[in-house]
């Protein structure tokens, strides 16, 4: 069984910075291309940030210059370091990569998910 575990959400005033976390457990597994996603109330999930294995990113157009996206393969972690953050980037964070297990195919797993509100 592999597992996404996410940290470091919470509540933070407008304009500050938060420092999402996320590492993958388990047993005979390589992780490929991670992420991060949020869904905000009564919206649909967005991706906000990916990593390829070989270190590569891309961003949402609404994060760019803001968020920055890291991952350590020796860890099997991904972080999202999110600064001058505004009250529309509420939502709930999901971690999200993509695993193959030893003698399976590969899938998609899902953090549980950090809320994180960005609020006065």
């Known amino acids: 069984q592999v597992q996404l575990v996410e940290s470091g959400g919470g509540l933070v005033q407008p304009g500050g910075s938060l420092r999402l976390s996320c590492a993958a457990s388990g047993n005979a597994f390589r992780v490929y291309a991670m992420g991060w996603y949020r869904q905000a109330p009564g919206k649909q999930r967005e991706q906000v940030a990916g990593?390829?294995?070989?270190?590569?990113?891309d961003y949402a157009e609404s994060v760019k210059g803001r968020f920055t996206i890291s991952r350590d393969n020796a860890k099997n972690t991904v972080s999202l370091q999110m600064k001058s953050l505004k009250p529309e980037d509420t939502a709930v964070y999901y971690c999200n990569a993509e695993i193959q297990r030893l003698g399976s195919l590969l899938n998609t797993y899902w953090g549980q998910g950090t809320q994180v509100t960005v609020s006065s």
């Open positions: 990593i390829g294995s070989s270190g590569n990113t």
